[in-house]
Structure formats: structure tokens, C-alpha cells
């Protein structure tokens, strides 16, 4: 015979010869408290130790000699914004894609392998304009044997703030184009030997601000290059500024294994020093080395988290640095992307289940003058009690 019968929770009836259920969900809430409180011992350790000390510096290891390990490139950072190739109606007239070559050829002959132009330090109207600019950068690329980034708006016909002198100059119609497309936000990797390495497109451009932007392909461009003056390569990338508050091409460059990761970049004067600290994560999370040049602070960040230089730069500057290229290091974020915060939260889900849901209490007793088996189970604020064996009813 098996009997069953269901009380409310604390009620007062049922056999009095039941016997007494445990009820532990608090004592389950430390266990999961404590559970959780070792896997954030572990998660913060294993970072901190990942960038103290992998890296080989624990036991404060001579910097130069470790340094001395890796390729060095000489970069440098070209710093300004949408400079045109006349002095158009709304820019400064120095503001002209000649002073931005005359300054990249200065670092050049300064001895830099690589230069890289702020986000849009140069804009374009118009196929011809475009097609003059990028003429002229692969000349001074082959002329100092470099790479050279540049990184420009390439203004399809919309003519922004352009006024009807400036159209005329720019052979566009008075009044300007019907329904023009919009604009290009661009990368544009230049090989030493003038050939396009890669040209990438922004993808995420900030809503509202970049109205007038085409979001491009997100998706990574990857180069082997040539360390100029070495017979050592590196995998390049890039990206252009808020591309980097996402994850999908700084992800997908970190899986290619990518060392040098380039990132043109203009911000506001409130957000230059948070964006430069919070620039140093993709770095990290991806194990690769950043290149930023902006109009705030430009630096380069190693795959450690380790800054080679961080310099505070306005328009119309220039910066320059000699930085290791570190190979790439490999990282769980790089291979899985963001799968571990996916596990992490349905992992929460469950864990907030178990801490809050009453335990399950399973006792099995004998019963006092009947000799018989029995149990409790606690379930959502209701006792369950079952009982087996010849003449018990319940308990």
C-alpha cells in the first residue's frame, strides 16, 4: 500500500508519529555563495597573473633585455581632421591634404616604418579627389619603402557644408547631386612597395553623430605584411574608433592571430582619457599589439596590456614612438568570442534557481511502533510526505 498526502508548509498536520524534515535553503544559499566566491578567486587571479607575470616579468626581468627579443618598428601618428585637398570654405587653410604629406614624410625621414593618419585626418570629394589622394600616398609609401595607413572620409557627392564655390571647384553641379550616396569612413593599409595591403570600411558608425556614414562590412581585413628593413612578417589588421566598442572585427583579428592591430580614431575632449584606458581591453582580450592615433591621446598597447607610449596629441600634431611587435598571444576570448558570457549567464540562471528554490529534503526513517519507511519533499513552499508498508497511512 502506498499512501500520499500533502500539508501546507508549517502545518501543524499529519501523523504524529512523522518524522521531522529538515528545511535548508539557507544553508544551500551559502553553499552557492561560497561556490561562487572561489570562481571569482579563480577568474581574478588567473587575470591578474595572466598579465603580471605570463608574460615573463615576475621576477622584474630587465625590460630592455626582454624587449630586445622582439622586432621593433619605428610608428608615427599623423593627427588631424578632414583636411581637403583645397582650402575648403569651412576648414582652416592649413587644414589641406598637404600639410598631412608633407607631415608624413617628416616622420619618415625621421626614420618611421610605419605612419598612420587620425580617423578621417583627410577627406575626399568626389572619385577624382579619392583617386589623387591615394595616387599620392602610394608614391610617398614607395618612396621611403613604409607602410603608411591613411585614413580619410571619401565624400561620395553629398559635399557636406560645402558651399556652391566649393561644389564648382570640386566638379560638382550647383545645388549639388540629386539624393547623393553617403559617405565612406575608411582604412586604407599602403605596402612599401605601393600595393593595397587591405581598405576597410567603418562599420559601426556613432548613431546620430555620423548621420551622413555608410556602415561597412563588419568584418576583418587581415594582412601579412613585411616589417620594413626586416625579413620578419606580421599579420596587420584595423579598425576605425567605435568599431572597437564592439566586438565582432577586434574578435575576428584576435582569432587570425593577428599581431598589430590598427585604429585610426577621433574623439571628443569629455571621453579622450576613457576611451584611451578603455582601448586597452581589445588589446588584452585579443593578444594583440594597438596602434591608436588620435586627436586626444594616441598610444600603443601591447597583447599584455603594457603601454609603449601615450601621448596627448591635437590637430595638427604629429607623435612618434619605437614599439616591440610581440607575437600574437592566444586568448580564450579571441577563440570563443563572447560563447563564455553566454555560458556564464545561463550558468546564472540556474545557480539563482538552486539558491532560491526551498531544498529538497529526502529523509527516509523508520517510523516509531510501525516499523515502516517514509519521507519528506519540500517543494515551492509545499511539504510533501509519503510513507510505505502494511497499515501506514501517511506521515
Not at 598612420?116 to 589622394?133: F, K, N, P, V, Y
Not at 596602434?291 to 598610444?299: M, T
Not at 539558491?355 to 517510523?367: C, E, Q, S
Amino acid at each position: 500500500m502506498i499512501s500520499l498526502e500533502l500539508v501546507g508548509h508549517g502545518s501543524a498536520s499529519g501523523n504524529k508519529h512523522a518524522a521531522p524534515t529538515e528545511v535548508g535553503a539557507p544553508r544551500r544559499s551559502y553553499r552557492v555563495a561560497f561556490v561562487f566566491a572561489i570562481y571569482l578567486f579563480v577568474v581574478l587571479t588567473y587575470g591578474a597573473a595572466r598579465i603580471e607575470t605570463f608574460n615573463g616579468n615576475l621576477f622584474q626581468n630587465d625590460q630592455e633585455a626582454m624587449e630586445d627579443s622582439y622586432p621593433r618598428l619605428h610608428v608615427g601618428c599623423v593627427i588631424n581632421n578632414e583636411a581637403t585637398s583645397i582650402p575648403n570654405s569651412f576648414t582652416p587653410g592649413w587644414m589641406t591634404h598637404e600639410w598631412i604629406f608633407n607631415s608624413t614624410e617628416t616622420l619618415a625621414q625621421r626614420g618611421a616604418q610605419l605612419v598612420l593618419w587620425s580617423e578621417t585626418a583627410a577627406r575626399t570629394i568626389g572619385a577624382a579627389d579619392e583617386q589623387a589622394l591615394l595616387n599620392r600616398s602610394i608614391a610617398i609609401a614607395k618612396k621611403y619603402k613604409m607602410l603608411l595607413g591613411i585614413a580619410y572620409l571619401a565624400d561620395r557627392g553629398l559635399c557636406r557644408k560645402c558651399n556652391e564655390a566649393d561644389r564648382v571647384a570640386y566638379g560638382l553641379p550647383a545645388g549639388g547631386l540629386t539624393n547623393p550616396p553617403l559617405d565612406f569612413n575608411k582604412l586604407t593599409l599602403i605596402n612599401p612597395d605601393g600595393s593595397i595591403a587591405f581598405s576597410y570600411y567603418k562599420s559601426h558608425p556613432v548613431p546620430a553623430v555620423e548621420w551622413n556614414v555608410q556602415a561597412g562590412d563588419p568584418s576583418a581585413k587581415i594582412a601579412d605584411v613585411q616589417i620594413p628593413g626586416s625579413s620578419k612578417t606580421m599579420k596587420v589588421s584595423g579598425a576605425i574608433c567605435f568599431d572597437l566598442s564592439f566586438d565582432d572585427v577586434p574578435q575576428q583579428a584576435g582569432a587570425a592571430g593577428v599581431d598589430l592591430f590598427l585604429e585610426p580614431s577621433y574623439t571628443w575632449s569629455t571621453i579622450h582619457q576613457f576611451t584611451s584606458e578603455m582601448d586597452t581591453i581589445p588589446s588584452i582580450a585579443n593578444g594583440f599589439t594597438n596602434l591608436r592615433c588620435n586627436n586626444g591621446y594616441s598610444q600603443a598597447v601591447g597583447p599584455w596590456g603594457e603601454r609603449y607610449f601615450h601621448a596627448y596629441t591635437l590637430i595638427g600634431s604629429t607623435a612618434e614612438a619605437i614599439i616591440p611587435i610581440k607575437p600574437h598571444v592566444r586568448t580564450p576570448y579571441a577563440a570563443w568570442g563572447e560563447m563564455f558570457g553566454w555560458i556564464c549567464l545561463a550558468l546564472t540562471f540556474f545557480v539563482l534557481l538552486f539558491a532560491f528554490t526551498p531544498v529538497v529534503v529526502l529523509k527516509y526513517v523508520v517510523v516509531p511502533g510501525l516499523g515502516s519507511y517514509g519521507g519528506s519533499l519540500e517543494l515551492g513552499g509545499t511539504l510533501w510526505k509519503w510513507g510505505t508498508g502494511t497499515g501506514l497511512g501517511s506521515i
